[in-house]
């Protein structure tokens, strides 16, 4: 989940479509995740969150799953609508620490 | 609630120059983080403070950066002399206390150095 990369992945979906956006995260000891949404000119926005003792969490339209054997987080927005074009991250920590490690993100367009 | 406030939203500047950036957190939030964007380098962590105390700069850049929060209602981000490579998108966030539960994204400042 290092921040580094020259091209955010991309991921293009029809409005009313659901979308799944991926995350794999680089520490097994981090046991406390969250994604962010980040609209143009703005700063990150806390979605939605998930302590490594779950596999899944949901919330409005959104829902959380998590793999600690592989590593790996995924963020399911169900019913895509135009405001939810953005860049989305994942970013993880050790529960206790403050420190946030983002990935890399990922920018979804919507369709009409 | 009026959110993690940054000022200035934009600044240009001429290399060399000294810059400041400005940063008030959340009411009650006992910690403050202060991150850099870039397209290369995506969001990295540069400082945090607890209860106004720098708890972890190791993201720090270099000497030319400082970070102070004098008081918990105030934190300034400053780099002098400021260069092109510093060209990027800085935010402040806030949280409030007990563990990592989620930090407050203020709206951040563009910074084009010339």
């Known amino acids: 989940g290092e921040s580094v990369g020259l091209h955010l992945p991309t991921l293009s979906v029809q409005e009313g479509d659901n979308s799944i956006i991926n995350c794999a995260y680089s520490?097994?000891?981090?046991?406390?995740f969250i994604w962010y949404k980040q609209e143009s000119g703005k700063g990150p926005q806390f979605i939605i969150d998930i302590r490594s003792n779950m596999d899944k969490r949901q919330g409005q339209r959104v829902t959380v799953l998590l793999n600690k054997t592989v590593k790996h987080l995924s963020l399911q927005i169900a019913a895509t609508q135009p405001g939810d074009s953005a860049v989305y991250f994942c970013a993880e920590t050790i529960q206790g620490a403050q420190k946030l490690v983002f990935g890399q993100g990922t920018r979804l367009t919507i369709n009409p | 609630d009026a959110g993690v406030i940054q000022s200035p939203r934009h600044e240009v500047t001429e290399m060399g120059q000294e810059v400041t950036l400005r940063c008030k957190p959340i009411s009650g939030h006992d910690y403050l983080f202060w991150y850099r964007q870039t397209m290369m380098r995506g969001l990295e962590l540069l400082i945090y403070f607890n209860n106004n105390v720098p708890i972890d700069d190791s993201g720090m850049p270099e000497d030319r950066f400082s970070a102070k929060m004098p008081n918990a209602s105030f934190s300034t981000l400053k780099i002098q002399p400021s260069e092109p490579r510093d060209s990027a998108v800085y935010f402040c966030a806030s949280s409030p206390s007990g563990g990592a539960s989620g930090q407050y994204f203020g709206p951040g400042t563009r910074l084009l150095v010339l």
């Open positions: 520490n097994s000891a981090s046991d406390y």
